[in-house]
């Protein structure tokens, strides 16, 4: 016994504490516990990831390569810098926001699966080691994208395309069982009175990116076999000289990997219709509109995959790309309108969760309006592979989703953690994130029209001045995150004491403890009639803690109840 | 809605659609068109600017409003009026960007079946990319050996359709001036249409991730009237000596090989004799007078041979590794290879006319 209790003394944590913290780093079936590993696993890729995007743009400073890396180290760095920001950070961090949100949103216990769940969590962690240990034995070279022949066995011979291979393999494993599990959780596990159209837009949003896992993921893992098949059993699938073709693999990774942008980016949509309705104290505009576009982005994304291949695909297949990637900005629109049309007349509150959400708005209809421009065929006949589609696809990820993730963190941190994230730090982290981001990615778009291609190591020196432009607004983004990291930590700590419902928010999650206590809920949480009621008087009455009246105007609502089940714990 | 919101909103559609004709008509978004096809995506690119402007500002602009207009005040810890959205405005914001969208697919779409349609007396040439440069062939009379080319020569306002192959990875052909592009694809003949109305010195750019040395794949391209191209493509001409017998190998049929360019190596690397103007590797000039001396107990012969097999195995100060194909050892015949040797090892006691540095770093290693 004396061997337990004196460390636990002399760290001055209590066995208690010691094992609040020591959760963490245990197989846990607590949703709640996976969530935060999730989210503290891909931040950390976050840092990795961010110092790779350095590297890139200090080597970027100079034409001519080899200012800190030599050619070969530049390609390593951009291909691993686009795999881990992908793969390891946008894509579990928002699974670990779902993950701990979605049974909260709902009114659920737990995930339909919880052992399931940690073993899709469990299954990042060696596959984010597989890649970095790539290093080790040459890493990968042939960008995020891995086109054949050049990641084929003759012009990637080191072992670390393999890896990547077999470590995204694993990644895609996780996301579809994530994927089944957030399926059944929404479908299954609602609390009473919750029908589909009384479901929180975050849940709407993970719901159509769940669907666009399961459907597409499978693809990415038949890709990857095959190039595994081609790597290490000597077939020839992707190799054009014994009858293979090269064309085959990005037919089939963008069928993966298109509707993979939009599993980066509808569940940020979804952050921001929970975000701006609390704090401009409106209702969502058009409600049913915004989450039925989530389900219409699902299942076109499925159609657009061939934008990718405008300069490869024959000439006359390029048109029906063309066509669905257009419409694509319809349901797009809907959102943004609506976000517009939510905060319109409101009382907005400058938290620094709602500016990052205007700043996602300000930004993300940028990178919609590009995006347009790129899915016109003769237009990206000028822009495809170039600086263009780099600053298109970072206004779509960094200030889409990364911008929603931040929005996000500050949003929920006080429910997650039981105490609030300094907002002074906040506004700090905003505004220089805002100013770096622009200085970086705006002046892209230009440089990109005018001839310089994307992945280049060296370039025409007559794109110095854009490019060192650039560079300084990367370091000014890069800085600019440390300040993020400095609040979680400080707040963690010492940060203000945190109410259950901070931002006075009707969703369920802001009707428990901060945080939440091990079944989330005391007894079977009532939902409010409308998620989003700001301003009514019913909104007003079950902020009051006038539940029953919620109860009963949930009786004239149009949904019947649905037959919902609770977690029974069978599972485990 | 009273006149006078009517009136202001009206001003504001007027606003909007001056500024979009104004970002439409003066933006500098684009490099200026030096061809037929890059003149109507410059057409298209701009009415789609219009559009982008108007729409950019009003998204913007009603943000911004929003920001300064509806933020709380102080003291007010009231909500905001309880409006859940409205029918008619949705299906406006539906429909109106679906209208834009079908109007861009359907202008886009003729611009695109322009750019790809047969023009009379369309001029046929060939491209092949390999790590890391290009290389151009020409119609020619069949019974004359002609040279391929690493500049591309094209003659103005001719129709110019390109075949394009890929030796070894994927490769991407583009002129930015000429505003088409189309991927390298080994074991396919992709091809593309563009019809130059500028003369000038442009560049052929690699978009496509093809290794080490994509960011170095740049060759020019020289627009100029029938005359001059004539003279070029004449000038490519060549009466090749014989081909040595097999096990034998001259400096003679070396510098053919080299000067006709079948292996590429003139892409890299620089030598006047022969008209090889690469940047990329060490220059050539005056190679057999230090061969010897670069590695302690090796002859020259040896030192060149392995530079071309196991490019890797000695690194000229000041240039990277793994830029240079390493599998040269296989793709060239004996006779070849050791021509090649011969010859480089008779570039001795020569001028150095080179005003570029690296020769000169090169010439005192």
Partial sequence: MATTTIPAVSSGLTPAKRSQLTKYFTWSLDHKVIGVQYLVTSFTFFLIGGALAMLIRANLLTPNSGLFIDKATYNAVFSMHGTIMIFLFVIPTFIGFANYMVPLLIGAKDMAFPWLNAFSFWLIIPAGILLLVGWMVGPPEAGWTAYFPLSGPIYSHADGQTLWAVSLHLLGISSIFGAINFLVTVKNMRTPGMGWFQMPLFVWAMFATSIIILLATPFLSGALTLMLFDRLAGTNIFNPATGGDPLLWPNVFWFYSHPAVYIMVVPGMGILSEVLAVFARKPVFGYKAIAMSSMAIAILGFLVWGHHMFTNLAPWTRIPFMITSMIIAVPTGIKIFGWLGTIWRGKIRFTTAMMFALGFLSLFVIGGITGVLLASVPVDEQAHGTYFVVAHLHFVLFGGSVFSIFAGAYYWFPKITGRYLNERMGKIHFWITYVGFMLSFLPMHISGLYGMPRRVAAYDPKFQAINILTSLGAFILGVGQIPFYINAIASLVGGEVAPANPWRGLTLEWTTSSPPPEHNFEGTPIPAPDPYGYGTPEGAAYLAGERNIAVMTLTHGSAPLLPNEQPTGGDR | ?365
């Avoid at chain 2, 659609?17 to 970002?23: M, Q, R, S, T, Y």
């Avoid at chain 2, 729409?55 to 409006?83: M, Q």
């Avoid at chain 2, 060490?282 to 002859?299: E, H, N």
């Fill in chain 2, 1 to 365: 809605m009273d006149t006078r919101t009517i009136r202001r909103l009206g001003l504001v559609a007027i606003g909007l659609l001056i500024a979009g004709l104004f970002v439409g008509a003066t933006n500098r978004f684009l490099p200026k068109p030096a061809s037929a096809e890059a003149q109507t995506v410059s057409a298209l690119f701009n009415f789609m600017i219009v559009i982008a402007t108007i729409i950019f500002l009003i998204v913007e602009g009603a943000l911004l409003y929003s920001i300064i207009r509806f933020r709380k005040k102080d003291g007010d810890e009231t909500d905001g009026p309880p409006i859940h959205g409205s029918a008619a405005i949705e299906l406006t914001w539906t429909a109106i960007p679906a209208v834009i969208v079908f109007g861009l697919s359907m202008y886009s779409y003729q611009v695109f079946a322009g750019m790809q349609e047969d023009k009379p007396n369309t001029l046929v040439l060939h491209v092949r990319g390999q790590q890391f440069v290009w290389s151009f062939d020409y119609p020619h009379d069949p019974n004359v050996k002609v040279l391929s080319s690493a500049e591309l020569h094209v003659p103005l306002n001719t129709p110019i359709r390109m075949e394009i192959e890929a030796a070894d990875v994927m490769h991407g052909f583009w002129v930015p001036e000429f505003g088409v592009k189309q991927d390298a694809i080994p074991g396919r003949v992709t091809e593309v249409r563009f019809t130059p109305t500028a003369a000038g010195q442009y560049q052929v750019v690699c978009y496509e991730l093809c290794g080490n040395g994509h960011g170095v794949m740049r060759n020019n391209v020289v627009v100029e009237d029938q005359v001059h191209y004539d003279a070029f493509v004449k000038s490519l001409e060549v009466h090749p000596p014989a081909k040595p017998a097999p096990g034998e190998h001259t400096a003679e049929w070396g510098g053919y090989v080299l000067q006709s360019n079948k292996y590429g190596c003139g892409g890299c690397h620089y030598l006047p004799a022969l008209n090889l103007a690469g940047q990329v590797g060490p220059s050539w000039v005056g190679l057999g007078d230090r061969a010897g001396a670069r590695v302690k107990g090796q002859d020259a012969r040896t030192y060149i041979l392995h530079s071309i097999i196991y490019p890797n195995e000695y690194i000229v100060s000041g240039y990277p590794a793994n830029v240079m194909p390493q599998n040269f050892g296989q793709q060239m015949d004996d006779t070849d290879l050791n021509s090649i040797v011969d010859y480089l090892l008779a570039q001795k006691n020569q001028t150095d006319t080179a005003t570029g540095q690296k020769t000169a770093q090169i010439s005192t290693p």
